[in-house]
């Protein structure tokens, strides 16, 4: 049934402490569907995140139910950003997920290699992971891409994504800390007190 486990997952989340985070099929199907409706489809997808982190299964199930074809980086790519950006190249990836620290290094590195050798087939960047910050370097190069959208996810592993907020607009003018978005698709959150109180708008709490 959709209430049944898609898969169990550990992490260590805010406690230090390993725990197996367990999703039910529901989650992942609500989140690949909005994905769907929400996002233009993409031919070819990286696939950079380990089995081991969450963003995998977004990643594998959002390519596959829209006929699109994976592309898996090795862990070499992952320690390399010079043989990821060939290999973006090489394989005309449009759609790739990067936490926050990758798609700083990959834009410091494009900036700096030249428009001529920077990866051209790019329409769909999403970060992922940590907090985003908007740095000077993002700013100008998503500014020379401006078919290549650029999409953060927040979400803790007990419930995959559960908001995003899509840049708009010219990118001088992006935020250096942006918002996480709003809820997913029949997604509800909700800012708690420590004693799990809803607090006013505009007062600090725990989502």
Not at 60 to 73: D, E, Q, R
């Amino acid at each position: 049934t959709p209430s049944h486990l898609a898969y169990v997952i550990y992490t260590s989340g805010s406690t230090g402490t390993p725990k197996g985070i367990q999703l039910p099929h529901i989650a992942l199907v609500n989140l690949l569907a909005w994905h769907q409706e929400e996002y233009e489809k993409c031919k070819n997808v990286l696939q950079f995140a380990s089995l081991s982190f969450d963003a995998s299964i977004h990643e594998m199930f959002a390519a596959w139910i829209n006929g699109g074809t994976l592309f898996i980086a090795h862990e070499e790519l992952r320690r390399d950003i010079g043989l990821l950006s060939q290999f973006l190249n090489k394989h005309m990836i449009e759609k790739a997920v990067f936490p926050v620290i990758v798609l700083q290094e990959f834009v410091n590195l494009e900036l700096d290699r030249g428009i001529e050798a920077q990866v051209t087939h790019l329409r769909t960047v999403i970060t992922t992971g940590e907090q985003l910050t908007i740095s000077d370097g993002m700013r100008r190069w998503f500014k020379g891409k401006g078919s290549c959208q650029l999409i953060n996810h927040y979400g803790p592993s007990e419930t995959h994504v559960v908001t995003a907020y899509t840049f708009e607009g010219n990118s001088d003018r992006w935020k250096t800390n942006p918002p996480i978005g709003r809820p997913i698709a029949n997604t509800q959150i909700y800012i708690l007190d420590a004693y799990g109180e809803p607090v006013p708008v505009g007062v600090t709490g725990e989502l």
